[in-house]
């Protein structure tokens, strides 16, 4: 049972508009959510991360949103650039353990 | 900067052959973590090791063990190969387990 869900596989943004993914979960005792990027033949490397007392986290061009009633969290690129091209995964945990539940992707193109 | 290396980019094997896959981390990580990635699937964990000679099942432990005697070292053992082990696989690690995860650039499994 797929406890976190992304589900767009993928998406198309033209360079210099916002990128907008998103998540949703089905735990309520998840309180920790992060988001990854993947280029191809590379590992995920870690973007951001929330925790669930927030509602807005923001590093530079990335911000993610959380909406705990909704079970919901987005990642929003702005301005999107073609270097943001890549699957993105979001994660979630719940405090109690050492287990992240991964979502199943969203593939982003940044077309020039 | 933390440093996953898996020691192989591609393996092919043959199916009821016992595989071993290896991972190294060099930042003195408690934990340690496998995965495997299949497309529409997302990242599935297989197991996870928290400290040395200790493990505990993912989500997707059936076929496979690990091995974790030395703090830098954890291994996935595939028991007997089969077809459906095909895939691309994971190894993270973390300093503690509610903290985001390094991840290592990736083995791509193929059973033939």
């Known amino acids: 049972d797929q406890q976190v869900k992304q589900n767009s596989p993928s998406l198309s943004v033209q360079e210099g508009r916002i990128s907008i993914l998103n998540c949703d979960y089905t735990?309520?005792?998840?309180?920790?959510f992060l988001w990854y990027k993947k280029y191809p033949a590379e590992g995920p490397t870690f973007l951001i991360s929330i925790s669930s007392i927030k509602d807005k986290n923001e590093d530079g061009r990335f911000t993610v949103f959380l909406n705990k009633s909704a079970k919901h969290l987005s990642l929003h690129i702005v301005p999107s650039q073609p270097g943001d091209s890549a699957v993105y995964f979001c994660a979630a945990s719940a405090n109690t353990g050492n287990q992240f539940y991964f979502g199943t992707g969203t593939s982003l193109t940044v077309i020039p | 900067d933390v440093k996953v290396t898996q020691s192989s980019r591609y393996l092919v094997k043959r199916t009821g052959e016992k595989v071993f896959l290896e991972c190294v981390q060099d930042m003195d990580h408690e934990n340690m973590f496998w995965y495997r990635q299949d497309p529409g699937l997302g990242l599935r964990l297989i197991y996870f090791?928290?400290?040395?000679?200790?493990?505990e099942k993912g989500d997707i432990p059936e076929g496979y063990s690990v091995s974790r005697e030395k703090k830098e070292r954890f291994s996935l053992i595939l028991e007997s190969a089969s077809t459906n082990q095909t895939s691309m696989y994971l190894c993270?690690?973390?300093?503690?387990?509610?903290?985001?995860?390094?991840f290592g650039d990736g083995t791509r499994l193929s059973i033939l």
């Open positions: 735990n309520s005792m998840f309180d920790y």
């Open positions: 090791s928290y400290d040395v000679k200790m493990k």
């Open positions: 993270a690690s973390s300093l503690l387990g509610y903290q985001p995860q390094h």
